[in-house]
């Protein structure tokens, strides 16, 4: 939240530079948000930079090139959207966008935002059948009541990567705990794994109970229903541009799903735990395939639907020569 604010009170700061409302809605070339952007971004580069070689020491040491690549593409792709919508100027852009393609962007960004909510329930559901067990690996640490409100506290910062790897276990390609392990609706494969109580989500080793393998639904349903419930708003009586619309924003999900997972995954030790989190290759390219046909199919179903229900629509009208004028 905090680094959301800062985006947008830098773009509030840049907003009376360059040219002015009606310079840009004539189409003058404009770089106040690439240039706040490089700005706002050689902030954070140097001080990940600097953090990086003071926590250097002799046994172990930061990826100071991957902190770099990170911080980056987290510049471009946050830092530079809010100095966009701070100092206004996306409000300038975006009409000049194609009407379809400010609607498929948006929603992309609904099923994305509905799928992470059944990642997340998904992942609270699998802790609740278990709760006794993470009660029980906290108990074993022996900790004090204001130990255990803060480890609790910092096991919440890891939610959003446990969510993510709860997304790609739903999607099917699942996730990593410690090299050489899976954790995939068809199959369960992981060796010991540190005392942290969220880790009581995992199910167990070997084969999964017949039921399991069906969740990989769940993705394809929740596009499709995005998708219906907009085409309903936003009907689209031709087949084609229907099948375009789900079709196009399920794999726009899927990719900004795919690039989420990449930020969930990495190492939080040494040795097997050097690999953890989402299979993000697999991730990527079955999120696109599941989210894209459950949004063609759902974008089918409201274009069939609307006009079954709107023939006279359809029609296409007689010309009026064909009688002619005796």
Excluded: K
Excluded at 115 to 125: D, G, K, Y
Excluded at 169 to 198: E, Q, R
Excluded at 227 to 246: E, I, K, S
């Amino acid at each position: 939240m905090v680094g959301v604010a800062q985006r947008s009170a830098a773009g509030e700061n840049v907003a009376g530079h360059g040219p002015d409302a009606d310079a840009l809605a004539d189409g003058d070339r404009d770089w106040t948000v690439p240039a706040a952007t490089g700005l706002f971004g050689s902030a954070y580069l140097v001080i990940a930079t600097l953090t990086g070689v003071l926590a250097s020491t002799g046994s172990a040491e930061p990826g100071l090139g991957a902190v770099i690549g990170w911080s980056l593409l987290m510049t471009v792709a946050l830092g530079g959207a809010g100095i966009a919508v701070g100092s206004g100027r996306a409000a300038v852009w975006l009409p000049r966008l194609p009407e379809e393609v400010r609607a498929a962007v948006g929603t992309a960004a609904r099923i994305l935002v509905w799928f992470l909510v059944f990642s997340l329930l998904t992942f609270v559901v699998s802790l609740a059948i278990d709760l006794d067990s993470a009660a029980n690996v906290l108990s074993q640490m022996h900790t004090d009541t204001g130990d255990a409100i803060l480890f609790i506290a910092l096991m919440c910062l890891i939610v959003p990567n446990a969510l993510l790897c709860a997304g790609s276990f739903l999607l099917g390609p699942g996730f990593m705990v410690g090299t050489g392990t899976l954790v995939s609706p068809t199959v369960v494969a992981v060796g010991p794994v540190p005392m942290v109580p969220l880790l009581a989500a995992l199910p167990d080793n070997g084969p999964t109970p017949f039921w399991m393998p069906f969740l990989v639904a769940i993705p394809p349903l929740v596009a499709a229903v995005v998708v219906f419930r907009a085409q309903r708003v936003r009907p689209l009586p031709a087949w084609d541009r229907g099948a375009l619309h789900g079709l196009v924003s399920g794999a726009l999900a899927g990719v900004g799903f795919g690039l989420l997972a990449l930020l969930a995954g990495g190492a939080v030790g040494p040795g097997r735990m050097a690999d953890v989190g989402p299979v993000v290759g697999e991730t990527l390219l079955t999120g696109i395939v599941s989210l894209g046909l459950g949004g063609l199919l759902g974008g089918l179903l409201a274009t069939w639907l609307f006009r079954r229900a709107n023939p006279d629509l359809l029609v296409v009208p007689e010309d009026s020569d064909d009688d002619g004028g005796e």
